[in-house]
């Protein structure tokens, strides 16, 4: 082929094809063009944010039921962990007063374990079948250690506490009333019962100089007969009127008995031997 043959003027065919050629350059540019925009934008949608704001968030497992839920319920959160049956396994939350708490629970929706600061700062645990009733409650309320069991009617029934450094057991019935309190103030043992309207009606003790007495008391709680027996040894009994007055007074004094009766200023009117 001749030289000049070979740079002749291009075809209307060969033209066509450069034509389409450049179209597919621009819309190539285009397409690129789109593509960077677009993924210019996820990246900003896909940023690390600060916050995230939300009023519940649900995690659910592949069968779609939930597993996780944190939620804003009535101004106060709460954080709430479901078993694969979907239901509330352990929920943390802070009540609207602002004491935070944490419930475990059973399959069927009982708590079992509650934990818990109470408003005025009291920490509080809890264990056993439902709320309160056949339960263990313990707390720390200022300074008092205290551990208490309840019954199946959610009443009160073994108080254990430390009060100033003075240990105490206490016994109620079934309405709640304590009847039987063991205690020992400053290192003496003492023994009190009481009646149905929480009047002390008896009363054993120890004082530290030794002495030991017995008190009965009537149903106003008032005191009509003490028995001691001093550090000598020294036995007295004394009976009391209605306004705890002592009348009659009984004792053995160096070997020799004596009886002594006084009138409601205390004085005596007649006296044995």
Not at 121 to 142: D, F, H, Q, R
Not at 225 to 234: F, Q, R, T, Y
């Amino acid at each position: 082929m001749a030289p000049q043959e070979a740079f002749a003027a291009p075809t209307s065919e060969f033209q066509a094809i450069l034509r389409q050629l450049k179209r597919m350059r621009r819309l190539t540019i285009v397409s690129l063009l789109l593509a960077m925009i677009a993924l210019a934008v996820a990246a900003v949608a896909l940023a690390p944010s600060e916050s995230v704001e939300a009023e519940r968030f649900v995690l659910r497992g592949k069968d779609g039921k939930p597993l996780l839920e944190m939620a804003i319920v009535d101004g106060a959160p709460i954080l709430s962990l479901r078993d694969q049956n979907g239901n509330p396994r352990i929920v943390m939350d802070i009540e609207k007063d602002g004491a935070p708490g944490l419930v475990l629970s059973d399959e069927g929706g009982k708590a079992h374990i509650i934990l818990m600061i109470e408003k005025d700062g009291t920490p509080s645990l809890s264990i056993g079948k439902g709320v309160v009733k056949n339960s263990v409650v313990a707390t720390l309320k200022g300074n008092v250690p205290s551990l208490g069991l309840f019954d199946q009617n959610g009443k009160r029934r073994v108080v254990m506490r430390i009060t100033d450094d003075t240990p105490s057991f206490e016994l109620a019935g079934r309405d709640g009333n304590p009847r039987i309190l063991m205690a020992l103030p400053e290192g003496s043992p003492a023994l009190s019962l009481y009646g149905e309207n929480e009047e002390r009606r008896i009363e054993m003790s120890i004082a530290l100089n030794g002495q030991s007495g017995l008190v009965l008391s009537d149903q106003q709680g008032q005191e009509r007969i003490m028995m001691s027996v001093d550090p000598k040894g020294l036995p007295v009994l004394s009976l009391a009127d209605d306004d705890a007055k002592d009348r009659v007074v009984m004792a053995i004094v160096d070997g020799k008995a004596g009886l002594f009766i006084l009138n409601k200023n205390g004085k005596p009117i007649s006296s044995l031997p």
